[in-house]
């Protein structure tokens, strides 16, 4: 039982280059977030989904775009880096009852 | 409406002592408040929660007080130890259906011995 993993674990991208960041989780949850941490700022959520097939808008969509076609798998797409969206990504599973299990993190670096 | 305030920023505390973070929220929609520890380079866990019903909840050391006509609520790290040394997240979660979770801005906690 791996709990959530994510991948990669590190990345440095020039602006305008393009990735993908996948989430894992083998709890069977329907709900998956994904958030981004930066400096004095805590955690904001990007992107949500409650269930196979469906995303949602979180607080900071803006410039990433997420896709949930199995339950297990969230991916988190960037078509564009920018220098703003160097930060720390987070990925959860959320437990019925509101439990989050974190992912441990995928730190992005745009140049 | 959706914020919660959390401080202090930073807490430098004796190894033996207690810690304590405090949060306040303004929605009382919220009705579940978790509180995160983060280490250095790994995801959040979660610590301890409480819901509203209640006014504390103690799991070993680490006991939540919450005042729910102040609408705050605080951590309390009792017999502090230099492994506690981590990042706290306050939370307020709005449950049933999609769990609109807000976080506290983190306290970053050093034990010293």
């Known amino acids: 039982n791996a709990g959530v993993t994510q991948t990669p674990k590190f990345r440095v991208l020039k602006t305008g280059q393009s990735m993908t960041l996948l989430c894992a989780q083998d709890?069977?949850?329907?709900?998956m977030y994904w958030y981004r941490q930066d400096p004095g700022m805590g955690l904001r959520l990007i992107h949500y989904?409650?269930?196979?097939?469906?995303?949602a808008k979180g607080e900071v969509p803006d410039g990433y775009n997420v896709s949930r076609l199995k339950k297990q798998n969230f991916l988190l797409g960037l078509e564009s880096a920018a220098p703003s969206q160097t930060s720390v990504y987070f990925c959860?599973?959320?437990?019925?009852?509101?439990?989050?299990?974190f992912g441990p993190g995928t730190r992005l670096t745009v140049t | 409406q959706q914020q919660v305030k959390q401080s202090p920023q930073s807490l430098i505390v004796q190894k033996g002592g207690i810690s304590i973070i405090n949060c306040a929220y303004e929605?009382?929609?919220?009705?579940?408040f978790p509180w995160y520890q983060q280490f250095p380079g790994k995801g959040p866990a979660l610590l301890i929660a409480i819901r509203p019903d209640v006014s504390e909840k103690k799991e070993g050391r680490f006991t939540i007080s919450f005042n729910k006509s102040a609408k705050q609520f605080s951590l309390h790290i009792m017999d502090s130890q230099p492994g506690d040394s981590a990042t706290y997240f306050c939370?307020?979660?709005?449950?049933?259906?999609?769990?609109?979770?807000?976080f506290g801005t983190g306290t970053k906690l050093q034990v010293i011995p």
């Open positions: 959860a599973s959320v437990e019925q009852g509101a439990r989050q299990y």
């Open positions: 709890m069977n949850h329907e709900y």
């Open positions: 939370a307020a979660v709005i449950s049933g259906g999609y769990q609109k979770v807000t």
């Open positions: 929605n009382t929609a919220f009705d579940y």
């Open positions: 989904s409650v269930g196979e097939g469906t995303t």
